[in-house]
């Protein structure tokens, strides 16, 4: 629709999340009549986050090290695990400050529709952790959607064998969710009246 290098950054901004078509369009020509100071702070921003960004080679959140901040911190539980899909869970439940253990980001969670399944998770590396017999309670904290729900469920069959104490959110977080969009005393409540899982 427009020439080269315009109709390059619509395509690229259209491959970002939630960004449709018009979207991108309108980013575009916003950052084309941006000051140029402004945009190359985002061009840094982005250089940025490729070269100094990286996931933390225990737990998978964002790291700026080879370890988290969570991970490093001799003052975490180490005993009690809360598995959630993405980094952005960890920065929801690190708000409520009722969570004192570590944590494990799966990278996702199991959806048949789409294709991904316990393989393509950070499932492997969470049971190599647990090897260890440190942790003793795991606490299934991935979002209360359909997809959220199979892989707590997979989880539990998998991990209460290994005579794990495993638990699962309490209800009263909105159904049907994403756990980010949980406000923090919900969520915060939800830690507190935690459930075993009988599977
Ligand atoms: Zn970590």
């Given at each position: 629709?427009?020439?080269?290098?315009?109709?390059?950054?619509?395509?690229?901004?259209?491959?970002?999340?939630?960004?449709?078509?018009?979207?991108?369009?309108?980013?575009?020509?916003?950052?084309?009549?941006?000051?140029?100071?402004?945009?190359?702070?985002?061009?840094?921003?982005?250089?940025e986050v490729i070269e100094k960004v990286r996931f933390c080679e225990v737990c998978g959140n964002v790291s700026a090290d080879e370890q988290c901040k969570i991970c490093r911190d001799p003052r975490r539980d180490p005993a009690v695990l809360c598995v959630v899909e993405e980094p952005k869970d960890v920065v929801a439940i690190e708000k409520t400050r009722e969570f004192r253990g570590r944590y494990h980001v799966l990278g996702g969670a199991i959806s048949p529709i789409e294709g991904v399944g316990?393989?393509?998770?950070?499932?492997?590396?969470?049971?190599?952790?647990?090897?260890?017999?440190?942790?003793?309670?795991?606490?299934?904290?991935?979002?209360?959607?359909?997809?959220?729900?199979?892989?707590?469920?997979?989880?539990?069959?998998?991990?209460?064998?290994?005579g794990l104490r495993v638990t699962r959110l309490a209800s009263g977080l909105p159904v049907g969710g994403d756990l980010e969009y949980a406000d923090e005393l919900t969520l915060g409540r939800a830690f507190e009246g935690r459930r075993l899982l009988d599977v």
């Open positions: 629709m427009y020439e080269g290098v315009v109709q390059d950054l619509i395509d690229e901004l259209g491959r970002l999340p939630g960004v449709g078509p018009k979207s991108a369009q309108r980013i575009a020509f916003h950052l084309l009549q941006s000051d140029p100071v402004d945009v190359r702070r985002l061009v840094t921003a982005l250089g316990p393989d393509d998770l950070r499932v492997r590396e969470l049971v190599t952790r647990l090897a260890s017999g440190e942790v003793t309670e795991i606490i299934l904290a991935t979002d209360p959607n359909l997809e959220g729900e199979a892989t707590a469920t997979y989880l539990a069959r998998l991990l209460k064998p290994m």
